[in-house]
């Protein structure tokens, strides 16, 4: 059974930074492709960066370029988005998603998701 579990969402000033976890369990964490989503109310589910497998090759959504950074641990099974440089508009829940197959930034790719953690950006 694939469980993600996120954490480390909370709420700071524009500016700030904040580190989301995703924790993997149930299939072969080193294999697949991840990816970082959020939605905002009201709006539909985003790509903010996806990984590949090996962890070498990241890509990410125009908006956040230059200030978030996704990163992987193969053997600890953990996903993580480094978040910096924080504005109002990155205010929304954030979801760690998993693929079976070759992903990019496009929910469809995405077959497993986790609950979500929410970020919440003032000005």
């Known amino acids: 059974q694939v469980q993600l579990v996120e954490s480390g969402g909370g709420s700071v000033q524009a500016g700030g930074s904040l580190r989301l976890t995703c924790t993997a369990s149930g299939y072969t964490f080193g294999t697949v492709y991840m990816g970082w989503f959020r939605q905002a109310p009201g709006q539909e589910r985003e790509g903010v960066a996806c990984i590949l497998p090996g962890g070498g090759i990241t890509y990410y959504t125009d908006s956040v370029k230059g200030r978030f950074t996704i990163s992987r641990d193969n053997a600890k099974n953990t996903l993580y988005l480094q978040m910096n440089s924080l504005k109002p508009e990155d205010t929304a829940m954030y979801y760690c998603?998993?693929?079976?197959?070759?992903?990019?930034?496009?929910?469809?790719?995405?077959?497993?998701w986790g609950q979500g953690t929410q970020v919440t950006v003032s000005s």
């Open positions: 998603a998993a693929a079976r197959g070759v992903a990019a930034l496009s929910t469809r790719h995405y077959n497993y």
